[in-house]
């Protein structure tokens, strides 16, 4: 059974900086692209960053280049995503999601809530 924690979130201060973590269990980690999504009180959920499954090619979407990082230790099963320069825009409940490359099996983690405020 695939499962994805996620932990880390919080109460961020704007221009602050928070760090999410993601425990992979149940699946061959370093065969799985790996995202962070996020989705906002009323919005759709976005995608936010995306890194291949030797993470050597990573992604990001437009509002958050340059201000966040993913990154991923095949060692421990863990992919991260490192949050500066915060925004109230930022805040939303962030996704942890594994796919294998070639496979339509998507997996999700349950989520952990950002709020970034003063």
């Known amino acids: 059974q695939v499962q994805l924690v996620e932990s880390g979130g919080g109460l961020g201060q704007p221009g602050g900086s928070l760090r999410l973590s993601c425990a992979a269990s149940?699946?061959?980690?370093?065969?799985?692209?790996m995202r962070w999504y996020r989705q906002a009180p009323g919005k759709e959920r976005d995608l936010v960053a995306h890194?291949?499954?030797?993470?050597?090619?990573?992604n990001y979407a437009d509002s958050v280049k340059g201000r966040f990082t993913i990154s991923r230790d095949n060692a421990k099963n863990r992919v991260y995503l490192q949050m500066n320069s915060l925004k109230p825009d930022d805040t939303a409940v962030y996704y942890c999601?594994?796919?294998?490359?070639?496979?339509?099996?998507?997996?999700w983690g349950q989520g952990t809530q950002v709020t970034v405020s003063s």
């Open positions: 999601y594994a796919r294998y490359s070639g496979s339509k099996l998507e997996y």
């Open positions: 149940g699946l061959t980690f370093s065969s799985a692209v």
């Open positions: 890194i291949t499954s030797s993470g050597a090619s990573t």
